[in-house]
């Protein structure tokens, strides 16, 4: 099985914990997702969003800077690593770097789509409408 990684940078207008938070906090992320999730900041715990769609493991947090997680794609034997950094832009400002490794061929464009338009898309307008 083919894997792709995929890098990506977004800015949105938002303070850094805000954001952290929009990515951590399980009530935040029912509030742009519109879906219950599980999430804890606790490193080896299990993690869920869109009714299970998404879920994996996390490794590990950094607070207001950094966030990894292991995705699962069924019985893939390399983990896809999710790997998000945070990084303040001034006042209000904050950039998300995200770098995903091993993503299979068959769900590259999906994954895609979906961090752009769904996930982080999602967090920004959120985020920016809140103000």
Do not use: C
Not at 31 to 53: H, K, Q, R
Not at 95 to 105: A, R
């Amino acid at each position: 099985m083919q894997h792709k990684d995929f890098k990506y940078r977004i800015k949105i207008n938002a303070e850094v914990a805000d954001v952290y938070a929009a990515l951590t906090n399980p009530f935040t992320i029912q509030l742009w997702t519109g879906y219950t999730a599980v999430m804890s900041e606790v490193p080896g715990s299990d993690f869920e969003l869109w009714d299970g769609d998404i879920s994996g493991r996390n490794l590990e947090f950094v607070k207001d800077s950094k966030v990894v997680q292991e995705w699962e794609f069924g019985e893939q034997e390399d983990p896809s690593i999710v790997t998000l950094k945070l990084f303040p832009q001034g006042i209000n400002k904050t950039q998300i770097e995200l770098f995903h490794t091993n993503i299979p061929d068959e769900a590259y464009d999906d994954i895609v789509e979906g961090w752009k338009e769904y996930y982080l898309g999602a967090i920004k307008e959120f985020l920016e409408v809140q103000e």
